[in-house]
């Protein structure tokens, strides 16, 4: 840590179109994952589920859009993409992967479901995560963060119904076994 903290812009050549409700998330120590928001485009704002990857190591850092492909199972049923989203959260876990969760989408979408991508991969896909109990309520607005390196906290949010949650809900990636030294 410098002695004076300085806030600086980082120049790139180019640079996705503008957005908020938008997550960012870290993987590979230096490497920044940006998901999802609500992007203009021309005159329109629309939700996205693009996703774009930055290294802050290289010399010149630049923005890409990462191509990401729907992890397709047995028979294909697992073939999925997030649909475009705002004020979702995202989470990094200690591995590099980023879990997806909530936000604001059109359409009917099942509204609990947990996407996975790991953005390291040659060519990353989307997967979805099932995972058994009571999920939190489908919101946005809500906050996320992993505690111990495998367990994800989710609090609040917004339905649409209720203007905001106070639940906090965790889900626990490894069982205590696993997890112990």
């Not at 475009?84 to 995202?90: N, S």
């Not at 995972?131 to 309520?137: C, F, L, N």
């Not at 609090?155 to 639940?167: A, C, D, I, K, Y």
Request: hydrophobic content about 35%; some cysteine.
């Amino acid at each position: 840590m410098t002695d004076k903290p300085t806030w600086k812009e980082i120049p790139t050549s180019w640079a996705p179109p503008s957005r908020l409700g938008h997550s960012l998330s870290v993987y590979g120590r230096t490497k920044i994952l940006m998901f999802g928001g609500l992007a203009k485009s021309g005159n329109l704002r629309l939700r996205s589920g693009e996703a774009y990857t930055i290294d802050l190591e290289d010399e010149k850092p630049q923005w890409r859009q990462l191509e990401c492909g729907a992890f397709t199972g047995i028979g294909g049923q697992n073939a999925v993409v997030p649909p475009p989203r705002l004020d979702h959260v995202a989470v990094s876990m200690p591995c590099g992967r980023i879990i997806i969760f909530g936000g604001s989408i059109a359409g009917l979408y099942s509204p609990s479901q947990l996407f996975l991508l790991d953005p390291s991969e040659e060519k990353p896909s989307w997967r979805i995560i099932n995972v058994p109990g009571r999920p939190p309520k489908f919101a946005w607005g809500h906050s996320i963060c992993v505690v111990g390196g495998t367990r994800v906290l989710v609090l609040g949010g917004h339905t649409g119904e209720e203007w905001s949650l106070n639940e906090l809900h965790e889900l626990c990636l490894a069982s205590k076994q696993d997890s112990d030294p």
